[in-house]
Every structure is written in C-alpha cells, then in structure tokens.
C-alpha cells in the first residue's frame, strides 16, 4: 500500500542511510580539505544563480583562489564507485553551461577579471581525483 507519509519527510536515503544532500556536503568538505593542502583559498562555497521561472539558473560547489591568483571554480562529483564512467563523467554539457553561466556571474564583481579556470574534483568511491582545467568557456 502507498504511504505518502514515507515521502513527505525529505528525500529517501542512500544505501548508507544518508540523505543525498549529505552525501554531497560530506564530499565538498573532503575535496575543500585537499584543495586547501594545496594552498588554495575559499571564497565561496555552493554559489548560486537563479536565472528565471522557467529556466534552469547555476551553482558552483566551491569557488576557490590559487596560489598564482587564478579563480578556481570547482565542480565536486561523488559516486559509490568508478562503475558506469565514474564521477568525472557524470558532467554533462548542460551542468558545464550552468556552471559557466554562475561563474560570469560571480565575475561581475570584479572590474578586471584575474585568470580563471574550471576544476573538477570527482570522488570515486575512496579515489580522490582532482581534473585541474577540466573544462573550459569556450
């Protein structure tokens, strides 16, 4: 028998009892600690961009400066395992236009832009890979 009840309290949880969402900060904390290590400086973390009702606006996971003084914007995937292409694979074109579209944004506020580059950070299972200039806004 259906129990609304059984949706009403949020999503349902992973196979190890937590939520997606926990998932998710549970890997941008683990990829915000390496990047860190690597002397990387926070400046915004999960930043985000509506862009209409009826179109879908942008998010960037962490946005970060290098030692060199590039902007980093930084996509976190997280997958149980490598199986099915892994984290890496699972950004499509569509998450790379959302990502681009947040990071003009966030670029606004600047009068001169510093160099900027798009990492990735994907998470297979305890595998940790950092992808530096995964992608790019052409």
Known sequence: MFKWSAFRSGPPPCGDGKSRQARGAEAEQQALRHLQA?????LERN???ARGPHAPGGEIDLILLDAAGSLVFVEVRARRSAAHG???ASIGAGKRRRILFAAQHFLLRYRQPPPCRFDVVAIDG???LWLQAAFDAG
């Open 38 to 42: 690597q002397g990387m400086r926070l």
């Open 47 to 49: 930043y985000r961009v």
């Open 126 to 128: 305890p595998q940790l």
């Open 86 to 88: 892994g984290a890496a």
